[in-house]
């Protein structure tokens, strides 16, 4: 069960989604890394997975930190604006 988080809490943001990729372009406020668990919520997403698959530049990475723009695949449709947060 995921809890409520606080906006500022927020490790990014998405700025745009490929539906026929399923796949979320985020641009990070803070380091994520494979395998974190993270909760992308918005106005009609309320979605929690792990990180399975993280690009950057159309490179695998297993990491990337603040200011970064990488591609997540995600298990749902999410929405640009939608917000990343860790879940413990």
């Known amino acids: 069960m995921a809890h409520e988080h606080q906006e500022n809490e927020a490790v990014g943001r998405v700025t745009h989604y490929y539906s026929h990729l399923s796949?979320?372009?985020?641009?990070?406020?803070?380091?994520?890394?494979?395998?974190?668990?993270i909760h992308i919520k918005g106005h009609t997403t309320d979605l929690v997975q792990p990180v399975d698959s993280m690009e950057v530049e159309h490179g695998a990475v297993e990491q990337a930190g603040p200011g970064d723009d990488v591609a997540l695949k995600v298990d749902e449709h999410v929405r640009e604006h939608d917000l990343i947060y860790l879940e413990a």
Request: hydrophobic share 45%; net charge positive; proline share 7%.
């Open 23 to 37: 796949v979320a372009a985020v641009t990070l406020d803070a380091p994520l890394k494979r395998g974190d668990r």
